[in-house]
């Protein structure tokens, strides 16, 4: 008898463990790790965050900075990493990007993980030289379509979000252009302001100092519809149905993750990007906060994922 009831003491107890650790969670400092290095709009990103919710949880939450190999060093960590809700990444748009160009990649990106919310949309924003024809977006569709000689838009890089928008208005439009990379979005802008190609799907923080300027042309966004902070410029969409392209942030996890913990985890997030001094900033960035559900989110990564399958198969872009 004695030992049938320790047998039953100990299978309560086992069984119970998990569920006690939930309930504690989080009962140690986590880790967020971030595709990026210290200083620019990723890193910042993980650092209000994670400041907001260790004044929430009373942990510490430890940013942790793995730029590598286009996000992929840091999608490896966490993918691997035990699902108890204590190592997160700040994943975003590259992070599906990669798996349309990348065919080795190690691990699905979302299969392979636990999404819990996602944080923020951002569009791009077409630019031109201000000493450019069109003034109008309606104005360079008909200036591309109708361009004698070669005409080129350029990007932070292969595979890039500039690259992939350029392709899609290419593939929607019926214009030929031909892409020019350069390493970064900086000297991608630069390029533009020294008239050396045609236009640029960019990102809006770094285009608008030039548009504000004078120097660049703001034509219209890219995503579905336009956004809060810029009321007066047009959708891409506008013109051409069904043209989008969204940069994202949000976090996940590894794959089986509790639901406990992915709930606590997301009941945060929304109270984070619900502050009005995160919403600001965010909408100031020139993003728009989300604050999804995990289904919602798992969903919204599967599409992207398959979006960008198909461009690249159709295109033939590749890993720069």
Do not use: C
Not at 59 to 87: C, F, H, M, W
Not at 112 to 119: A, G, H, M, N, R
Not at 242 to 259: H, L, N, S, T
């Amino acid at each position: 008898m004695r030992r049938i009831f320790r047998a039953v003491a100990f299978l309560a107890l086992a069984t119970s463990a998990p569920v006690l650790a939930q309930e504690d969670y989080p009962a140690k400092p986590i880790r967020l790790i971030t595709p990026a290095a210290q200083g620019g709009t990723t890193d910042i990103l993980a650092r209000v965050f994670g400041a907001k919710l260790a004044d929430a949880f009373k942990q510490q939450v430890l940013v942790d900075n793995r730029a590598s190999a286009s996000g992929v060093v840091a999608g490896e960590i966490v993918a691997t990493a035990k699902p108890d809700g204590y190592t997160l990444l700040l994943a975003y748009h590259q992070h599906t990007v990669n798996a349309a160009l990348n065919p080795k990649l190690p691990y699905h990106p979302v299969n392979d993980f636990s999404p819990i919310t996602q944080l923020t949309s951002a569009a791009l924003m077409l630019v031109v030289n201000s000493s450019s024809p069109p003034k109008t977006l309606q104005e360079f569709i008909a200036w591309t379509k109708q361009f004698q000689g070669a005409l080129n838009f350029g990007s932070a890089g292969i595979g890039s979000g500039g690259h992939l928008a350029g392709e899609l208005y290419k593939q929607m439009s019926g214009v030929k252009a031909e892409h020019v990379p350069y390493k970064g979005s900086g000297p991608a802008l630069t390029a533009l302001l020294g008239g050396e190609y045609h236009y640029n799907f960019a990102g809006i923080q770094a285009a608008q100092a030039q548009v504000r300027g004078g120097r660049l042309r703001a034509l219209a966004v890219t995503s579905p519809r336009r956004i809060a902070s810029l009321p007066d410029l047009p959708a891409v969409a506008e013109a051409l149905p069904g043209f989008e392209v969204v940069g994202w942030y949000g976090i996940i996890g590894p794959a089986r993750m509790p639901d406990a913990i992915v709930a606590r985890l997301h009941a945060e997030l929304v109270k984070i990007l619900n502050m009005p001094d995160v919403r600001e900033r965010i909408i100031l960035d020139g993003s728009e906060p989300v604050g999804n559900t995990s289904e919602v989110f798992r969903q919204f990564m599967l599409a992207d994922t398959a979006k960008w399958a198909k461009l690249v198969k159709e295109t033939g872009a590749k890993m720069d």
